[in-house]
């Protein structure tokens, strides 16, 4: 359970980086 836990943040962090780079990009367009 913790190492499923633990192996999700990464990614779930990863997703929500780049959904925020992309919301900046298409707001400078």
Do not use: H, Q, S
Not at 8 to 23: K, Q
Request: proline fraction near 3%; avoid cysteine; glycine fraction near 4%.
């Amino acid at each position: 359970m913790i190492g499923t836990l633990a192996a999700l943040v990464p990614v779930v962090y990863d997703l929500f980086l780049v959904e925020t780079l992309l919301e900046l990009v298409r707001y400078n367009k």
